[in-house]
């Protein structure tokens, strides 16, 4: 059984910072990518950035590039979500997701790819 746990939402001005965590309860964690996913009020639910736990190979949206960093703690089976110059385009509700890869995705992970999910943390960027 994976659980994923999200934190570290809120709201923050544009130009500020926040930090995501996603703690990971599932066996084999080094085998699995891990993603952060973000759905704003109205919109399709759309990938951010992907790290694949083994090697540590990140993979991020054109959206967020320069931005956005992710990493991850395996010692705590945490990925972190390091944002920012925050903008109001990126309030959303953030979603961390993982699914098993025995080897590092080719290309950027697609959500269809990802069987687990958590619950959301949401994040409100004010101009």
Request: hydrophobic share 35%.
């Amino acid at each position: 059984q994976v659980q994923l746990v999200e934190s570290g939402g809120g709201s923050v001005q544009a130009g500020g910072s926040l930090r995501l965590s996603c703690a990971a309860s599932v066996y084999a964690y080094s085998r699995f990518c891990m993603g952060w996913f973000r759905q704003a009020p109205g919109k399709e639910r759309e990938g951010v950035a992907h790290i694949y736990v083994r090697g540590g190979t990140t993979y991020y949206a054109d959206s967020v590039k320069g931005r956005f960093t992710i990493s991850r703690d395996n010692a705590k089976n945490t990925v972190y979500l390091q944002m920012n110059s925050l903008k109001p385009e990126d309030t959303a509700m953030y979603y961390c997701a993982a699914f098993f890869s025995p080897a590092r995705p080719a290309t950027m992970p697609t959500m269809s790819e990802y069987g687990y999910w958590g619950q959301g943390t949401q994040v409100t960027v004010s101009s």
